[in-house]
């Protein structure tokens, strides 16, 4: 199992959700001995927003995001990698499959647009 410090020494963590960023700063709190409050102070931010920051809430402003991670002694890095292609393409009849756990036959879906297709076709009909 990977921790903190086989991060650390690897010298660099993905992060592909804000779960994962979270968890980035209250690891890299935790290593560093900090409670929510010490961090939040330095960060300038309330412990409250930084509790939602660790729980991966999706909708925090991106500066104090930031500002939180140089305040652990983290710096965000970006870098190219190939598009995730995993949304593209995907019918409704797809998504509605997935939940019940049906598989939709080929002739269900290859006449049916997408779910951005269908969403764009709702703005238009207003």
């Not at 993905?14 to 900090?34: E, P, Y």
């Not at 991670?69 to 998504?95: F, I, K, M, Q």
């Amino acid at each position: 199992m990977w921790t903190y410090d086989h991060i650390l020494e690897a010298g660099a963590m993905q992060l592909h959700t804000v779960s994962d960023v979270g968890a980035a700063v209250r690891d890299a709190r935790v290593k560093r001995r900090l409670t929510q409050a010490e961090l939040a102070r330095q960060a300038g931010v309330s412990r409250e927003w930084l509790v939602r920051l660790e729980h991966g809430h999706p909708r925090l402003e991106m500066q104090l995001v930031l500002d939180t991670l140089a305040a652990v002694g983290l710096a965000l890095t970006a870098s190219e990698s190939e598009p995730d292609d995993t949304s593209h393409g995907t019918t409704w009849d797809d998504v509605l499959a997935g939940l019940t756990g049906a598989t939709p036959t080929p002739d269900e879906t290859s006449n049916r647009p997408t779910q951005s297709a269908r969403s764009e076709g709702s703005d238009e009909n207003g």
